[in-house]
């Protein structure tokens, strides 16, 4: 089988993802998907803003009518930094016989080479880069042994922090997310304002 792997922060998932997961599965032609929500994402130091059974929650909420689409807690579970070589072993003990693929934005890849032990990473999954119309990846990375495949990705201009920032403000979230995700977060009060 063709398992591809999409990670994050998820907080708190949108469309924008859903849409790169899809892309993902249609372009690459896998048979199945697996989102990985972090619990904190190593080049992204800032901390995230609901608990992880929340962003679990939500994720679960937005994917659970689509049969393409898994979510896996077991970075939550093991809690800490979540590198991406970690992960990566543990879905190869799951999965010794499939092939593996780690889907990320084309606005990573130029990083690639900074990420965790990339060198035995590489061994251990492909990966996709999502290419957003009107952006092109100017740079790739040089890693011996990189098996790297190109996917069209859609340009939605949607970001968690800007969902965040909406919900503390009480503004619509609406066509931003699926409506279960929505209806999880209002009614668990995530992202309200502070006074």
Not at 51 to 75: G, I, K, Q, T, Y
Not at 176 to 184: D, G, L, R
Request: a negative charge; glycine letters at 6%; hydrophobic letters at 40%.
């Amino acid at each position: 089988m063709k398992i591809g792997f999409l990670g994050g922060s998820f907080d708190p998932v949108h469309f924008g993802h859903l849409l790169a997961a899809q892309d993902a599965i249609e372009q690459q032609h896998l048979d199945r998907l697996i989102f990985v929500p972090a619990a904190q994402a190593p080049l992204k130091p800032q901390e995230v803003r609901a608990p992880a059974a929340d962003r679990l929650a939500m994720l679960r909420a937005a994917v659970d009518h689509d049969p393409r689409f898994e979510v896996s807690s077991w970075e939550l579970e093991r809690g800490g930094i979540s590198y991406t070589i970690d992960s990566a072993q543990y879905f190869r003990a799951q999965f010794p016989d499939d092939e593996l693929y780690w889907i990320i934005g084309g606005d990573q890849l130029p990083n690639l080479h900074r990420w965790h032990r990339i060198t035995e990473l590489v061994q251990l999954v492909e990966f996709i880069f999502l290419e957003r119309p009107g952006y092109p990846v100017k740079a790739h990375p040089v890693i011996p042994g990189l098996r790297l495949h190109r996917c069209d990705g859609h340009l939605l201009a949607v970001s968690s922090s800007e969902l965040r920032e909406r919900a503390a403000q009480g503004l619509s979230l609406d066509y931003f997310m699926p409506h279960k995700a929505i209806v999880y977060l209002r009614e668990n009060g995530l992202y309200r304002a502070t006074s």
